[in-house]
């Protein structure tokens, strides 16, 4: 994979600069020069967003990252390390529209959350607290939108970067920093996981084989 197919996946907001967007005709058009790639790469790495993805490589070679983590195989991991940082939520739920709720919305993913051999799910009282605040808020607004569940898909995903990027700081920072340049810059919101169920998740998603 070229730099410019590189690019081409990274949020225009890593791009900003002095809280200003680059003109989204200047950045196409710098996506597609050899020299515009090079210095939309300067931009992240002088912003300690890409310094271990960018890394200077034999021959040039494309990440690794990169190559074992297309999108949407990234995306799914990333939701389901969401739906997995709120089981101690989804299995303390017993009302039951929220459980059909769920259920529906998640599939078989639903089952990470029930599934003790993956996590126990026990977590300090104060994060209980907290993902009880955001569960019961979530909840609120669902219940005005009984048709659209990307207010839960989008509490999930944020969770799950969120744990991701804590695993990966410490196990495999290219992958953090290519699942973080996928998104706008964010404020990531307070981990939980253990690393086991992390690199339990993240393994199964690498090896897992593409519907064909």
Not at 55 to 70: D, E, S
Not at 173 to 196: F, S, T
């Amino acid at each position: 994979m070229s730099l410019q197919a590189v690019l081409a996946e990274v949020d225009p907001g890593w791009f900003a600069r002095t809280g200003e967007s680059l003109d989204p005709r200047l950045l196409a058009s710098a996506r597609r020069s050899r020299l515009g790639s090079r210095l939309l790469a300067r931009m992240l790495l002088e912003a300690g967003a890409a310094d271990a993805l960018l890394a200077p490589r034999p021959g040039g070679a494309t990440p690794t990252a990169i190559l074992r983590w297309p999108r949407a195989k990234l995306n799914r991991l990333v939701r389901d390390l969401g739906v997995l940082a709120y089981a101690p939520l989804i299995r303390a739920e017993v009302r039951r529209e929220p459980v059909r709720r769920i259920k529906k919305a998640l599939g078989g993913s639903y089952l990470l959350a029930l599934d003790p051999t993956i996590w126990d799910a026990r977590v300090d009282r104060h994060v209980h607290d907290r993902l009880r605040g955001e569960w019961d808020a979530l909840f609120a607004q669902l219940a005005g939108q009984p048709e659209d569940d990307a207010p839960l898909f989008a509490v999930l995903e944020r969770q799950g970067r969120a744990e991701l990027r804590r695993w990966a700081a410490e196990r495999d920072r290219p992958l953090g920093e290519w699942v973080a340049l996928q998104h706008p810059p964010e404020e990531l919101v307070r981990g939980h996981l253990p690393e086991k169920p992390v690199l339990l998740l993240a393994t199964h998603h690498e090896t897992r084989r593409e519907a064909a």
